[in-house]
């Protein structure tokens, strides 16, 4: 049984019994890994209201023997509360916590991926991000867990991909004309929303248009959960409280 | 060898949330213990339960009236029928008509929206209370969500929905709980707490 200490971001949690809470966190130092928060729905003082989904927080655990660590108590470094003062921000918050909860894994560090999670959210928080600072996120997030997805040029032959590229997330990404033979899965997408997304990724901070947007969250949320292996909960949510 | 009804026993009161595999033993062999009688209330009980208690067709709270009517809090004249206060779930309801301070009646969602879990609009009463607003003449809906991410996010939905129909919508305080500790309280909670202060 060993207690550490380690700066984390409350990814979600799932009650146990009558009074405890299992919590997701992803921490710096460890990646992520799941805490057993005994009396956390009961205890006023232990944990007060700390255990939300996003909080960073600095964690004190304890190893047990099996997967699940004890959470001993936290000390909240920000809570990220303004977030809750808008539903789209609240939406956008809790979908970056899941896409951050599948694309970590267990005991593996990933200081860019957690650093990119904090500033996202203090963005949020500070009311400084716009639609558009979603896709950056994204793109970012799936970068730094080596999922990056190739918008330029065709990721099969490196030529560039033209005015009717095809987008296969099973190879990669985008894909020119003359390989689209090759990618029978791939679907269409419109030269302007590669266009988009390759600049996004090259670093470029301008806003997109709402359409463009749209055309763009759409081919990322078909390469994640390809590679997810299922779409994520928060974006069906997104879709259905009509917020991007 | 325990005998089968003995198991078969022990494994339906497993599955009672908050109860595990050696409390529900413990609640078989007190069942067994006690008088016949009260293990056949016990089961009358729970059969009536599940034969007569239904949803309001109205604000889904539980009554136990004949199918299609309404429960005690909508059928009540002194309530006032202008102020509809929304709450998650039964428990809720039941804390707040424990104040006696609230005198409207009451709407419940049955869940709050829940972006990880996978539970949207579509999956709670929104709909019901939407349609509602066109048969009543309410002027005022109180969410009474948790003050959690959840319960936020469900709140600002209404607001968007209810907002535009012409209906005031306003949200329980937040804060310092009475008898609560200020050393204690999370960075949120006094923000908010300040955010709210009022005038002595």
């Given at each position: 049984m060993e207690r550490f200490a380690d700066e984390a971001l409350v990814l979600g949690t799932v009650d146990f019994g009558d009074a405890d809470r299992i919590v997701t966190l992803f921490t710096r130092g460890h990646g992520r890994l799941s805490a057993f928060a005994a009396g956390a729905r009961k205890s006023k003082k232990r944990f007060a209201g700390a255990l939300e989904a996003g909080t960073h927080l600095t964690a004190r655990l304890v190893t047990t023997h099996g997967d699940t660590c004890r959470l001993d108590g936290v000390d909240v470094i920000r809570s990220f509360h303004h977030v809750r003062d808008d539903l789209a921000h609240i939406a956008r918050a809790l979908y970056c916590l899941e896409l951050c909860r599948e694309l970590s894994r267990d005991n593996q560090p990933n200081d860019a991926l957690f650093d990119a999670l904090v500033h996202y959210l203090g963005l949020l928080d500070d009311k400084k991000a716009g639609p558009t600072s979603l896709i950056k996120f994204e793109l970012d997030a799936l970068q730094y867990t080596g999922f990056m997805p190739h918008f330029?040029?065709?990721?099969?032959?490196?030529?560039p991909t033209g005015d009717r590229p095809r987008f296969d997330p099973e190879h990669g990404g985008v894909v020119c004309a003359a390989c689209a033979p090759r990618v029978p899965r791939g679907v269409a997408a419109r030269p302007e929303v590669v266009d988009a997304l390759a600049r996004l990724q090259a670093g470029e901070r301008k806003p997109l248009p709402p359409e463009l947007r749209a055309r763009s969250r759409e081919l990322l949320n078909l390469f994640i959960a390809h590679h997810l292996g299922r779409k994520l909960k928060s974006v069906e949510f997104m879709e259905q409280v009509g917020t991007d | 060898m325990t005998p089968d009804a003995i198991n078969r026993l022990v494994a339906q009161l497993a599955k009672l949330p908050g109860i595990g595999e050696k409390s529900a033993q413990r609640l078989a062999f007190h069942v067994l213990r006690s008088p016949p009688e009260y293990a056949r209330a016990l089961a009358a009980a729970l059969i009536e339960v599940v034969d007569r208690v239904k949803l309001?067709?109205?604000?889904?709270s539980l009554h136990d009236g004949p199918e299609g009517t309404f429960c005690g809090f909508c059928n009540d004249?002194?309530?006032?029928?202008?102020l509809v206060c929304v709450v998650e779930g039964i428990a809720d309801e039941m804390a707040i008509e424990r104040t006696r301070e609230f005198k409207g009646r009451y709407h419940v969602l049955h869940g709050v929206l829940s972006p990880l879990e996978g539970v949207g609009p579509e999956q709670l009463r929104i709909k019901e209370l939407i349609l509602r607003m066109q048969d009543t003449p309410i002027e005022e809906v109180i969410v009474?969500?948790?003050?959690?991410v959840e319960g936020e996010a469900t709140a600002l939905y209404l607001t968007r929905l209810l907002k535009p129909i012409g209906v005031k919508v306003s949200r329980l305080a937040q804060g310092i709980p009475m008898g609560g500790d200020l050393e204690y309280a999370d960075q949120a909670t006094l923000a908010r707490a300040l955010a709210a202060r009022r005038d002595l």
């Open positions: 330029s040029p065709c990721a099969l032959c490196g030529q | 309001c067709s109205r604000c889904f004249p002194r309530r006032d029928e202008r009474a969500t948790n003050p959690d």
